[in-house]
Nanobody
Framework: QVQLVESGGGLVQPGGSLRLSCAAS????????LGWYRQAPGKAPELGAS???????NYADSVKGRFTISRDNGKNTVYLQMNSLTPEDTAVYYC???????????WGQGIQVTVSS
């Protein structure tokens, strides 16, 4: 089992920045890809960004050039640096981990990000 705990969300003005963190615990040796999904009100969940064990990254077109995902395997933590935020980035952000041994999906509890003036 893997437990994921997000932090760093909140309210920010348009054009501002936030950094989300997600700390993993439990069977961390099994973690492969880590990522951040988001779900805006009334919309389907979407992948924001992901990072593989080796460091390869993938971004949704809507966040490319503004968001940066990184991971610190020593701290078992994944980060999402979000810059130039717009109201369209308002959503609940979920940390995701994929086990590379069992292919199990793990999810954090979600954290609110609100971009508003």
């Amino acid at each position: 089992q893997v437990q994921l705990v997000e932090s760093g969300g909140g309210l920010v003005q348009p054009g501002g920045s936030l950094r989300l963190s997600c700390a993993a615990s439990g069977s961390i040796f099994s973690i492969g890809t880590l990522g951040w999904y988001r779900q805006a009100p009334g919309k389907a969940p979407e992948l924001g960004a992901s990072i593989a064990w080796g460091g390869d990254t993938n971004y949704a077109d809507s966040v490319k050039g503004r968001f940066t995902i990184s991971r610190d395997n020593g701290k078992n933590t994944v980060y999402l640096q979000m810059n130039s935020l717009t109201p369209e980035d308002t959503a609940v952000y979920y940390c995701h981990a994929l086990s590379r041994t069992t292919w199990t999906n793990y999810w954090g509890q979600g954290i609110q990000v609100t971009v508003s003036s």
